[in-house]
């Protein structure tokens, strides 16, 4: 039998899989990211976890058919990390230095590029080959996957939706440094910014002036107890949202877009206005594109991670 494992190396843990070569998930763990020193000992720390591993099950190289990591940073076509955000790292060429602890094959992609591959594969996008996968977290992740493969690009940043501008009037800054970012309206913070800027209007009553803590869950919760003050904030969302997957679909001609990430967690409604407002701006070849929630949860990234290797 042929194993292969799906690395999903997080700013806080890595969490990892063993998998058949099947795709079906024989093991899952984590283990604490260390990002101290640059990062130095992360690829250490997970070549012993798969080494340790292998020792349980009593595998060896020959069973396993490669690695594959999912990294929360640009990654080019040949494995190289350009620079990261949060895990210490600055230029890495992560193929080759886990090829060279490990000895086995290994391939690298952008988490969320990743996380896309694994719900293409074994969740909310199964059965298709065109599909855009959009993260709703404290930012908003993205992934395009063309033909069952993902879009890099040159600089390994292809899918990052979440920095396409879709205000050009924004005068606060995103957290990338530019201004007018899909990523300030649709995350969960995005959310909760346009709620405080629509509450800060006029004194209308709603449940939310209740809120101690107002974030993107309230929102929608008193969207679904029909609160007035909630709608026009889920509808705004929704149409900055919705406008900006119609001009994305027209570039990549997806058969389903994919929602996942802690704001899916609000469940069908959100394509209530979602959807809507991507038919209104749809080129008209894309208009029958279809809606999913991911299904994975936190298991697409090493799904996606193994999706690499078992293609």
């Known amino acids: 039998m042929n194993y292969c494992f799906g690395i999903d190396i997080g700013g806080t843990t890595v969490k990892m899989g063993l998998f058949q070569f099947d795709g079906k998930l024989v093991d899952k763990w984590e ?13 250490p720390d997970v070549t012993k976890a798969i080494n340790k591993k292998m020792s ?58 990743v996380a896309a591959l694994g719900e293409m594969w074994l969740g909310g996008g199964q059965g298709h080959r065109n599909m855009i ?23 390994g940043a292809g899918g990052e939706i979440g920095h396409t501008c879709v205000n050009y009037e924004e005068e606060e800054h995103c957290g990338c440094g530019g201004k ?29 002036r209740e809120e101690n803590a107002l974030s993107a869950k309230a929102v929608f919760d008193a969207v679904k107890k029909g609160d007035r003050v909630a709608i026009e904030i889920a509808t705004k969302f929704g149409k900055i949202l919705g406008y900006a997957l119609a001009n994305i679909a027209a570039v990549c001609d997806p058969a389903v877009i994919v929602i996942g990430g802690g704001v899916s967690k609000a469940g069908p409604i959100l394509f209530e206005y979602i959807e809507k407002s991507f038919k209104e701006k749809a080129f008209f070849a894309n208009r029958d594109t279809k809606f999913a929630l991911a299904e994975l949860g936190n298991d697409a990234g090493i799904c996606g991670a193994a999706k690499l290797i078992l293609k």
């Open 31 to 43: 283990i604490k990211t260390r990002t101290e020193n640059k990062g130095e000992a992360i690829l």
């Open 56 to 113: 349980e099950k009593g595998l060896t190289k020959d069973n396993i058919l490669g690695i594959g990591l999912g990294i929360p940073a640009p990654v080019t076509e040949a494995g190289i990390v350009p620079d990261t955000a949060n895990l210490g790292w600055g230029y890495k060429e992560v193929k080759r230095e886990m090829e060279e602890l490990t000895g086995m094959h290994v391939e690298a992609g952008n988490d969320a590029n």
């Open 133 to 155: 996968m959009v993260t709703l977290g404290t930012g908003v992740g993205g992934g395009v996957i063309i033909n069952g493969e993902c879009v890099v690009g040159k600089h």
């Open 180 to 208: 007018g970012c899909l990523e300030q309206y649709a995350s969960a913070t995005g959310i909760t910014r346009l709620a405080k800027r629509r509450l800060a209007e006029d004194s209308e009553p709603s449940i939310l």
